[in-house]
């Protein structure tokens, strides 16, 4: 793991230094003799040994106390003072305690002294900063930016908040935070204005090469080198540390380019800064650690093992983040040398040089840098899994799994501090080796239960966040809802505007600045509903995971013959098969991401299928024989969640001679996970009120919009008038079939059929109604959703942008997130006539009372026994049903309607006839 520190914590110590000097001189006291005698004491006291200046410091202010006449900025200044020497004896409790009254006392004294009340706030800032209390730290540095007038220190306290957005990992929120940083110090020509822009450009870079843009990032380096110049030019003050950093991390960023010559060049540019400014005590964890890593990746193992050496002898052993990063690193290294028990001890070494871990005690919640223990943890699990392959051990293999089980609880907490999604993606996508090394390792151990728990955090983990999130939503207000829609709103305005303008002009850089801050905004009003509404807070991040008896129990009830979870490997892939009362757990040798990729380019292509059939049932074959056929699944209904994307296992073979298809076989459905399918049927939607007529939504635009630039569908308006008269409802059809009827009127309903073309684009998923595009970032209805299924009949509906470990960001994915349970979606570009018949014959048996994955197996196996022509499963295979399988709940409204007149006669005859007993 290659180190970025783009601002040293001895940079923030001189400005802390600085500030108690300037306080000590007295100059901001009032001229009172009272008030000027305490500042003399505190200079006086200044020369003793700092525990004696702290007794007598602690002794005058108790005195003060007691005086009147004794202004509030006179204690502030003490307790100022008692801060900073209570910091430097590492008295941690008292050091937040004085700075804490050190503000109270300047606030008081704000119209005489604003510039000390500055200082109170950045001085509480400062040293929650350097004490690891993270949001107490923002808090503060928040007020610094409300009390100051002054540019740069409302600039400089935003860079000091994007600093702990980069420990705790949120690079998203890094960028917003930085964005708005620099409109306080751009268009200005003073030096420390363009040192603190240079610094901005540094972190950015830094930002960006945590999210994988190196390209940004090269270019975020590049800038800071030129703000830097600049302010050179004026100031002639060079003191090297950020020129140096700035190196460093360009170099980081080749490294991860794997451009190793320039990422070498750029390493040893910033040694010889660092040597020249006399900043030695950075050389170890800036250039001889990732140094390390360079000569790990040229495969020159010794010489990577004496710069490691040289870099922990030179940090001595003191407890540090940045000693721990270093034995992790030559961990790595060790490893390539198949060295696994001196990997071991390093890692362990990692661990006790951990500042504040306590891993029996699992305190991660107060651990800075958590990307570095993540890396850690996961490091550990894998060699001890390596370990136990060669030696058999037992207990290195429990010791495996227990570690993993450590960095998966370390995910959760990371997922909850990030509020970005970009950010929360970018971990989902490196918790994938954690996950398919738990997996293997339980798999080994023989740990069903286990292995169960990490194939569903391996995916879908913040789907189901989502779906959390929408119905904690639903405990609030209707005004809470509505500001929060208003947010939303704001942000899409505001990226579809950036996407108009050229990246280098000044309204994209306007649009940028006000983005961050509606984000920032937003961030702030999230956290504030989780202070004010307990129970959104429990609801959102309720950590409820549902177990393999639970699951085995759902099955049972649901009369499934079983799920089937997989995880694709990069040399491997595992299953899991999980009936009513057994499980099956196994791994399938080879990679299956080439077969499955060459299995959808056929599928989907008609003119592939007609010309090389048999070569189409070969390979269906090949993947029942290694993805079905080992798990032994009875016939029935079955629930499939594979792993990233979704596979037509309908269109698999069991003979590579003649097409016999599991469709003939199976009802299958699909899901994002176990958990997400409970979660999303847990509070079910309930169907509309007896008495209400319409319970079905049809929408057909029919004819777009000339600007839409899309084909119409003219069969589409015959296809659902037939639906229509099976499910009595309404229609949303032609000029109707509008963005803004949509939006307000799916919720209601319990079914929703859309007849429409969809696409993905560079700003995500989207299909077109009649007048308008609807993006997938707008469908988060206000009100609650009744709807039960939607069922999405135009091409790619189920494609989008790939995640890794999370899944594909599809428009039936957003659907799913506001709490809609069933989805029938299509993977490919559908044929029309073929989808329409398929649709309306789903419909009728989903009226005759079946089960929504047995409907539409019968709708498939008709239509294909309908033609011999229609056995290409590019015709019919595209079409997939996600989530819930249950039928539909109806409304039996002709026995209503006759139960009601059986008891209106019966009660008309009872009181006729009492009506002619009366004398």
Known sequence: MLSTHYLPFSYMNKRLLTFIGFIISGQLFAQCPTDLSVAESIKKFAILPPDQTITQLEKLYKTTLTCKNIQDSTRGNLCNNLTYYSYIKNKADKALLYSKLSLKYWETYVKQKPLGLTYAAYGAAAYH??????????????????????????????????????????????????NKAESFAENNSQSHLLQLMSQ?????????????????AIESLQIAQNFYQKSFQISKTDEGELKGNIHAN????????????????????????????????????????????????????KEADLIFDKAINALKNKKSVELSRVYLNYATNLREENKIDSAISNLEKAIEAFPLLDIKKQNFS???????????????????????????????????????????????????????GQSRSFWREHSRSLYESAIEACLLAENTQKGFYFFEKSRAILLLDNLKEHNARQLLSASEQQKEKKYQE????????????????????EIVRNLSAVNEAFNDFKKDLEKRFPAYYAAKYNEDFKDLATFQQWLRTNQHQAFITYFVGDSATYALKVSPEITRFIKIAGNQQNLTTQFLNFCSNIDSLNKNFTAFLSLSNQLYNNLIKPLEVPEGRISISYDDHFLPFEALSLSAQKNNFLVEHYAISYAYS???????????????????????????????????????????????????????????????????????????????????????????????????????????????VKTEMIVLSACKTGLGKNIKGEGIFSLSRGFSAIGIPSLITTLWSVDEKSTYTITELFYKNLKAGMPKDIALQKAKQTFIQADNRNILPVLWASSILIGDTSPVEQSDWWFIGLLIIILSGGGLFLYLRQQKQKP
């Not at 901005?200 to 940004?216: F, H, T």
């Not at 010559?261 to 990732?290: C, D, G, T, V, W």
């Not at 990246?503 to 850089?509: L, P, R």
């Open 129 to 178: 900063h350097l004490l690891l209390s993270y949001s107490e730290a923002i808090r503060y540095y928040r007020l610094t930016i409300q009390y100051t007038n002054d540019p740069y220190w409302k600039g400089y306290s935003l860079k000091l908040i994007s600093d702990l957005e980069l420990e705790l990992g949120d690079y998203e929120g890094m960028l917003n935070t930085l």
């Open 200 to 216: 901005i450009y540094n972190s950015k870079g830094i930002a960006y090469s945590r999210l994988e843009n190196e390209k940004k």
């Open 250 to 301: 360009m170099g980081i960023s080749y490294y991860n380019l794997k451009d190793f010559q320039k990422s070498e060049k750029n390493f040893k540019k910033a040694e010889q800064i660092f040597i020249q400014y006399k900043f030695n005590h950075l050389i170890p964890m800036r250039i001889h650690n990732n140094m390390g890593l360079l000569y790990t990746a040229f495969h020159h193992y």
């Open 366 to 420: 107060i651990i800075r840098s958590k990307r570095t223990l993540f890396y850690i943890l996961r490091d550990y699990g894998k060699s001890l899994l390596i370990a136990y392959q060669k030696t058999n051990k037992p207990e290195l293999l429990s010791r495996s799994v227990q570690y993993f089980s450590y960095a998966d609880l370390l995910l959760n907490l990371m997922r909850q501090e990030h509020q970005g």
């Open 490 to 509: 704001q942000i899409f305005e505001l990226q579809t505007q950036l996407e108009k303008k050229p990246e280098n002009s000044a309204e994209y850089k």
């Open 674 to 784: 176990a958990n997400f399918l409970l979660k999303s049927i847990e509070k079910k939607n309930q169907p509309a009120a007896w008495f209400n007529n319409i319970s079905f939504l049809g929408v057909a635009p029919v004819h777009f919009a000339k600007s839409l630039s899309v084909d119409d569908l003219p069969l589409s308006a015959g296809s659902i008038l037939a639906i229509e008269k099976t499910f009595n409802g309404s229609l949303l059809m032609k000029n109707e079939a509008n963005k803004q009827l949509f939006m307000q009127q799916f919720p209601d309903y319990q079914l929703v059929q859309l007849y429409t073309h969809a696409d993905t684009t560079q700003k995500g998923p989207v299909f077109y109604l009649q007048d308008a595009p609807v993006f997938l970032s707008e469908i988060n209805p206000v009100q609650a």
